[in-house]
């Protein structure tokens, strides 16, 4: 079974309102991390988590906030969403004997 | 983070072809870790590399650190294979800092 998941998959946003995308995994990983994918511009790093109750900025933190109340579970919030947020977000876990990250299938985000 | 090179941008093979993609960065990385994402936009981990030389199937993957590069090779091109391959490298803090990708498709 999927070792990382996300929800939800697909989600249509209005401009001003709060969005939550949730990520779960299973991996038992300390890491976690939120990206997002851009057409040209590969998927670049908005936070991540070292581990439950922290969370650092990645190299695009503006617009967005993330939480870690558990190993389990990486949350991205948008509080004010804008259009130009419109991406696929995808999240990601690892652990600390290597570098690998293991992704989820990615969340389609609109924002109108 | 700091700027992933990635040639060439696209790249068109037929079936049974082989051809190289490389991965340029511009500090020492600690891995590099390669991805397919395919029509579906999922990403699938092809490998991931903190040294030398790994293979699979028709695959094979290099990760030159000190010479801050890493490369993917395709042989025996196969339709499935087509999709855009990511090469993302490993930097402090355990973070990942993708390339823009090479899109590849192959042809019958």
């Known amino acids: 079974e999927a070792a990382v998941t996300q929800s939800p998959r697909n989600k249509v946003a209005v401009t001003g309102g709060k969005v939550t995308l949730s990520c779960n995994q299973t991996?038992?990983?300390?890491?976690m991390y939120w990206y997002r994918q851009d057409t040209g511009h590969g998927l670049r790093l908005i936070h991540y988590s070292y581990g439950a109750g922290s969370t650092e900025k990645g190299d695009i933190p503006d617009g967005y906030k993330a939480s870690r109340p558990s190993q389990e579970n990486f949350s991205l919030i948008l509080e004010l969403a804008t259009p130009s947020q419109t991406s696929v977000y995808f999240c990601?876990?690892?652990?600390?004997?290597?570098?690998?990250?293991?992704f989820g299938p990615g969340t389609r985000l609109t924002v109108l | 983070g700091m700027p992933v090179e990635q040639n060439p941008p696209a790249l068109s093979l037929y079936e049974g072809a082989e051809s190289g993609l490389r991965c340029n960065f511009s500090t020492t990385m600690k891995g590099v870790q390669w991805f397919q994402q395919n029509h579906r936009g999922r990403l699938i981990t092809l490998f991931y590399?903190?040294?030398g030389t790994k293979e699979n199937g028709r695959l094979k993957s290099t990760f030159n650190s000190k010479e801050r590069y890493s490369t993917l090779h395709i042989k025996d091109a196969q339709l499935e294979d087509s999709g855009t391959y990511f090469c993302a490298v490993v930097g402090m803090g355990y973070k990942l800092t993708f390339g823009t990708g090479t899109s590849l498709l192959v042809d019958p």
């Open positions: 990601a876990s690892g652990g600390q004997a290597s570098y690998e990250q293991y």
């Open positions: 991996n038992n990983h300390n890491n």
């Open positions: 590399l903190a040294q």
